[in-house]
């Protein structure tokens, strides 16, 4: 048996295991959670970052990008906390509860806990779980994420986060906003758990306040959707980041279930959005959806895998990519049929817009099916903008700048209207407008 080549580390990953080696110590879990977490560390030394000869990482070289490790983000006070969100707008006037994670740990102080519960939701802090008896099932991966380099980053540093659990039949009345903040620079890494129990409605939006400066953001969304239950999701990330922002969301959807999402990216220098969803009970849907916006040099990677597990369930999956300058994005989507899943329906579809002559787009939709009696597609478009449509808005005395906008706003919509959330479609597109307007 030949011993593992070791491989040369870049200062990224020199600077992680050294960072490692020094937070191990202060690290929250039990002795099960920190075997999970020396057994990611020593991932992460003996493979290093993901970088372009990982498949699934071939369009979005993590390991080229990160240049150093920051440190990881120090507690924040709430007072800190509470001048970052004064002066950050998210969704304006609606209303809504609001739970915030400040630098990587919650902060019950500014979180809505006790009105939610109230709505039958209790939130607790994800610490509490990792230093209980089951701490370690906390931290569960997959199997179709394998060894992912994202996960194991986020195991090995985990800071904290929330349990969020909804209880039967609840419906609540208010969308609930999870909100990350960032106090002061530094790597911030969290996970937080989000439970719909059956029969019960749950909508949340997932925000992210502040500046990390070089430190990476990494946090997992681990959703479980119970039979009967309904749960939307909103992403929006639309700051700027200059270190590497790393999403990860695992679902998994019981019987007669919806899950819904939509991932919005603007902003990020280097941006992943990546999900792993299975079906585990029949007659269910997920809808995903992705709204993406790149400039500059910057790169916006969206990626998912779909498992078909179970007979008779949707999914359908539509993403739209609008890339300037020399920006690149990235689209990597599978949906796995397995044997006995018989009368699975799903469809993909990807598309992009380039506006800029050095913009780079890389479209990969996958279909794996065992199954002989389904229904599933996939489809890919890129292109420049029409120059029919554009010469027509022009001729009726639209300024080519708004005419553009305007083009730009009917491509990137239809994923937003698909998605069919009213309380925060006004926003994601006004969120376009400021985007195309910077």
């Given at each position: 048996m030949n011993a593992p080549t070791p491989i040369n580390h870049t200062q990224a990953e020199a600077g992680l295991v050294a960072r490692f080696d020094a937070a191990r110590p202060s690290l929250a879990g039990s002795i099960a959670v920190t075997a999970l977490r020396d057994a990611a560390a020593e991932q992460i030394k003996a493979k290093g970052l993901p970088h372009r000869r990982v498949e699934e990482y071939k369009y979005t070289d993590l390991r080229a990008f990160m240049k150093l490790a920051a440190p990881l983000a120090t507690p924040a006070t709430s007072a800190e906390a509470k001048a970052v969100l004064d002066g950050?707008?998210?969704?304006?006037?609606?209303d809504r509860y609001r739970i915030v994670i400040a630098n990587g740990t919650f902060n019950a102080d500014l979180s809505d806990v006790d009105v939610l519960a109230a709505e039958g939701v209790t939130v607790t802090d994800f610490n509490d779980g990792l230093a209980g008896e089951n701490g370690s099932e906390l931290l569960a991966t997959p199997k179709m994420a394998g060894q992912d380099g994202t996960l194991a980053l986020n195991t090995a540093f985990l800071q904290g986060g929330v349990v969020i659990s909804v209880k039967d039949g609840a419906d609540v009345s208010k969308p609930v906003e999870l909100v990350q903040v960032a106090v002061g620079e530094g790597a911030q890494v969290s996970r937080n758990r989000?439970?719909?129990?059956?029969?019960a409605t749950f909508k949340l939006l997932e925000t992210f306040a502040g500046d990390t400066g070089a430190g990476e953001t990494n946090v997992v969304f681990d959703y479980d959707v119970a039979?009967?239950?309904?749960?939307?999701?909103?992403?929006?990330?639309?700051g700027k980041a200059e270190g590497a922002t790393l999403f990860t969301s695992l679902a998994r959807i019981g019987a007669d279930a919806e899950f819904k999402t939509l991932g919005f990216l603007a902003g990020p220098a280097f941006a992943?959005?990546?999900q792993f969803i299975s079906f585990t009970g029949e007659n269910s849907e997920a809808?995903?959806?992705?709204?993406?916006?790149?400039?500059?040099?910057?790169?916006?990677?969206q990626t998912l895998i779909v498992d078909h597990a179970v007979p008779h369930c949707n999914s359908r999956e539509f993403f739209k990519t609008v890339l300037d300058d020399e920006a690149r994005g990235v689209y990597q989507g599978r949906i796995n049929v397995a044997p006995h899943a018989q009368k699975t329906d799903g469809e993909m579809m990807t598309q992009a817009l380039l506006l800029g002559e050095g913009a780079e787009m890389a479209n990969k939709p996958e279909l794996e099916i065992f199954a002989d009696d389904v229904l599933c597609a996939h489809g890919a478009t890129c292109g420049e903008m029409d120059a029919d449509l554009l010469f027509y808005l022009r001729a009726r005395?639209?300024?080519?700048?708004?005419?553009?906008?305007?083009?730009?706003?009917?491509?990137?919509?239809?994923?937003?209207?698909?998605?069919?959330?009213?309380?925060?479609?006004?926003?994601?597109?006004?969120?376009?407008r400021?985007?195309?307007a910077a």
């Open positions: 950050f707008e998210s969704y304006g006037t609606l989000i439970v719909v129990a059956k029969g039979d009967g239950a309904r749960l939307a999701v909103t992403r929006l990330m639309a992943r959005n990546q809808k995903i959806y992705g709204v993406t916006m790149a400039r500059n040099r910057d790169l916006a990677d005395g639209i300024p080519e700048a708004e005419a553009r906008t305007l083009l730009v706003l009917a491509f990137l919509s239809e994923a937003i209207e698909e998605f069919d959330e009213d309380t925060v479609t006004e926003e994601l597109v006004a969120r376009v400021a985007w195309l």
